[in-house]
């Protein structure tokens, strides 16, 4: 409510956006224009007013138990930042902003004595002093580093002022770094596919599971949809599985919760044609090359995983030989890898044979 009236077009004297305690004194601009050629939603970036609105828990319950005993907010570039203190020595480090849905929280870390966080906190210059018992930590309000993000989508999703980019295989800011540093792009992580084998003359849907499938959280809808047979590139083996974005679609939870890291999905086609080797493991390739790049990354780079197997499945034997033309007769087939691929199909003279599983 606050929010819609500091930034809306409305004429009447200049408001205070209020909150004066967590931030400078400021005006509402009046100048959000979502219809203009540049949209200009810097208003909408900063908290203003007190509302009576409904209190909404947007840590979805993970705060449980965690007992608060100090808050300072304040706005850094364009984020409105809080540094929470808990009862237990520890400072959580989260982004405030117009959402019901959840908090992106920066950094969870401790001061090194489990004892209360104490209310008062000051700033002096770009670092916030906290006090527990009788000490005194100095904690930059950048954040304790980078390090805590464990993968490259995770580091290069957070807020620019923590500096942090990705570093071979961790999360540094650039002086930290002695390899290639950026900011800008991650490669995918495939980490399994299933099933392990397939049939040399089938169309098999093989399904990637990993990370970082592309840089938005989830696919969107398949109209429009950045995720093309051109930007997601499979091969298994010699042989390429052209993606399916409606199947990878329908792989996906709904709703996905944005403060979730849910593991990314893909479903591929295979193609029955080509030259294979039978019986010998084999690589299965995702190449990710983002079109559309989406600030503040895209995904661009591949990943691999070994152990698909192409077989020929083998009939060896059938009970019974026969049976009543009526039907009817449950028919027990045995050979060698009958259960390969993703699905499979049994046909008598051309008629279908149900599979009773």
């Not at 500091?6 to 959000?32: A, K, W």
Request: hydrophobic share 35%; net charge neutral.
């Amino acid at each position: 409510m606050g929010m819609d009236k500091c930034c809306s077009f409305s004429d009447h004297d200049r408001m205070p956006r209020g909150l004066s305690f967590y931030q400078i004194t400021e005006y509402c601009p009046h100048n959000v224009n979502l219809s203009s050629g540049v949209e200009n939603t810097s208003c909408w970036k900063k908290p203003t007013e007190l509302t009576t609105s409904p209190k909404v828990d947007l840590f979805n319950g993970r705060m449980n138990g965690v007992l608060l005993t100090s808050i300072f907010v304040t706005a850094i570039d364009e984020v409105t930042v809080a540094h929470l203190g808990t009862s237990e020595g520890r400072i959580l480090q989260v982004v405030l902003q117009r959402s019901s849905s959840y908090t992106i929280t920066l950094a969870n870390f401790s001061l090194g004595e489990r004892l209360p966080v104490l209310r008062e906190v000051s700033r002096l210059g770009d670092s916030l002093l906290f006090v527990t018992g009788n000490k005194v930590s100095q904690v930059s309000i950048k954040g304790p580093g980078c390090r805590h993000f464990l993968t490259c989508f995770r580091c290069l999703r957070v807020e620019r002022f923590m500096q942090c980019g990705w570093c071979g295989n961790s999360c540094t800011r650039r002086e930290e770094c002695d390899a290639s540093w950026n900011q800008e792009s991650c490669s995918p992580v495939l980490t399994d596919f299933h099933p392990r084998n397939a049939t040399l003359h089938g169309n098999t849907r093989v399904t990637l599971c990993g990370m970082s499938f592309q840089s938005r959280p989830r696919f969107p809808a398949i109209i429009d949809s950045p995720v093309t047979s051109g930007t997601h590139r499979v091969t298994v083996g010699w042989r390429n599985c052209t993606v399916l974005p409606e199947e990878s679609l329908d792989k996906w939870p709904n709703p996905v919760p944005h403060w979730k890291e849910f593991v990314d999905v893909l479903v591929c086609g295979l193609e029955p044609k080509g030259e294979q080797e039978v019986l010998v493991p084999t690589n299965v390739v995702l190449t990710i090359t983002e079109e559309i790049r989406n600030p503040p990354f895209y995904i661009n780079g591949s990943s691999s995983c070994l152990g698909f197997v192409f077989v020929v499945p083998t009939v060896t034997s059938i009970h019974p030989p026969y049976g009543p033309q009526a039907g009817g007769t449950k028919v027990s087939i045995q050979g060698e890898n009958l259960l390969a691929g993703s699905s499979r199909k049994v046909l008598i003279n051309s008629l279908a044979c149900p599979l009773i599983r």
